[in-house]
């Protein structure tokens, strides 16, 4: 069976997120947070967070020997039900925060102090958007005073470092923490976090983590380092994303997964927990009145009913463009055995995919369709770019476009010359809102290349 090494993924993962982050117009126009890629909240703290966390082992090399000798599974004819299956963060076995209780930590003389903790007030107690959370059993939180500490810190610390310094500060009555508690802390500028081997403000924004404290409980916090990043939306922004990650998945081990046959994208999207399902798109924020800007999150209520699955979303039409595999692979995750969709290109050969096109709204709105490739991390993957796309219906184009019902068919390249193995790619859906703006979703389809 096929596996790959947890602590590797969980690097490349966020590597290879930021690599491809897209710079978005928006309310982060000219911040550096999108450069920063879509790490904000990547579970993962090291290896043991990394082995039970959403991070996967996407599957090994399929032309490589498997090193205990056994024959890998071969791929299933399939035929996917259309529509498709929603997919649905899954619940996982671990306890999640029913009543979060927020403990904003900074550093003597952090200038946005007040607005954060207005933001993290707001937000986790009247806002609207945190109600979703309801549906993962998250109810309204609590925040106590900002705890303002002033030792001196290190210009670079790492994960370690912080889960030492929360126990001491626990130790010296600094932090008073409990079962429901996430410390979040708001670390300055002059002090960089390395985490499993990530550098904050280049590999990622903010993560949340578990710790194990002296007593032997377990203690959710969150980092949010500094990175220069204003206006103060652009924190707000990272913060929430942690936030939400923190109270559905406070020890790594409850949403962080998606049902089959979508396991795998948590390798395209660089996790899965419910910020993780929307920290992509072109639209990844919201600005709510009286709250601030936070981070879209996935619900599982709205993605079923095929509505915009990431909340709260501007009004309008909702709509998906759904690439058809036709193989079914047994693929070996976080020790477990998963059903993988994909399709498998011969290096050098060009495969067409059909691509449905799916909106519940009627009439049904035009929307457009680009195809962007994702190489998977590691051994099992490409590591690289191998694809190239071209549309039947709209030749010469990155992008095309139709309506709810119409195939569209997209011509997929294997580079000859390059590597073998799994690579990804994201559909992205850009459409209309009422409120004359754009929307996107995205569908993940999974590519292995063989001779
Ligand atoms: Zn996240």
Not at 41 to 61: E, F, K, M, R, V
Not at 243 to 267: H, M, R
Not at 356 to 366: D, Q, V
Request: proline share 8%.
């Amino acid at each position: 069976m096929k596996s790959w090494p947890a602590d590797k993924v969980c690097d490349d993962a966020r590597w290879g997120a930021g690599n491809r982050a897209r710079i978005l117009s928006g309310p982060f126009t000219g911040a550096l947070i999108y450069a920063l890629g879509c790490v904000f909240g990547i579970a993962a703290l090291g290896p043991a967070g990394c082995g039970n966390n959403s991070t996967a082992q996407p599957p090994d090399a399929m032309m490589q020997p498997d090193p205990v000798g056994n024959t890998p599974s071969m791929p299933m004819p399939y035929t996917p039900s259309y529509p498709p299956l929603a997919p649905q963060v899954l619940a996982g076995s671990g306890s999640i925060l029913s009543a979060p209780r927020v403990v904003p930590v900074f550093f003597s003389g952090d200038k946005f102090q007040a607005q954060l903790t207005a933001f993290i007030q707001a937000y986790v107690t009247t806002s609207t958007s945190w109600q979703v959370l309801k549906e993962y059993g998250v109810n309204t939180g609590t925040v106590t005073p900002p705890v303002v500490l002033t030792q001196t810190l290190a210009a670079s610390i790492s994960d370690t470092d912080v889960q030492n310094f929360i126990a001491a500060r626990i130790q010296d009555g600094s932090l008073t923490v409990d079962a429901q508690t996430i410390v979040t802390l708001f670390y300055p500028t002059t002090t960089t976090i390395t985490n499993n081997g990530s550098v904050s403000c280049r590999d990622f924004a903010g993560y949340h983590g578990s710790a194990t404290l002296a007593s032997g409980g377990r203690l959710a916090y969150a980092v949010v380092p500094r990175c220069g990043l204003e206006p103060v939306s652009a924190l707000t922004f990272a913060v929430s994303h942690e936030l939400v990650e923190a109270a559905t998945d406070p020890l790594l081990s409850a949403y962080n997964d998606l049902n089959d046959p979508y396991s795998l994208w948590t390798l395209n999207y660089g996790g899965v927990e419910i910020g993780d399902m929307c920290q992509n798109l072109a639209d990844p924020a919201f600005s709510e009145k009286n709250v601030g800007v936070l981070a879209r999150v996935w619900s599982n209520t709205a993605a079923a009913a095929f509505g915009n699955p990431c909340v709260p979303a501007a009004p309008g039409p909702s709509f998906f463009s759904i690439p058809v595999h036709n193989q079914l692979q047994v693929i070996q995750l976080n020790n477990k055995l998963r059903n993988i969709e994909q399709i498998s290109i011969t290096a050098g050969q060009t495969v067409t995919l059909d691509v449905r096109m799916l909106s519940p709204t009627k009439p049904s709105p035009t929307w457009s369709v680009t195809p962007l490739e994702v190489p998977l991390p590691g051994a099992g993957g490409t590591g690289v770019s191998a694809l190239s796309f071209a549309w039947v219906e709209a030749p010469g184009k990155q992008t095309a476009s139709g309506q709810d019902g119409v195939t569209l068919h997209l011509k997929i390249t294997a580079n000859a010359s390059g590597p073998l193995g799994y690579t990804s790619f994201r559909l992205e859906s850009i459409g209309p809102t009422t409120a004359g703006g754009q929307t996107e979703t995205d569908w993940v389809g999974f590519v292995v290349i063989n001779k």
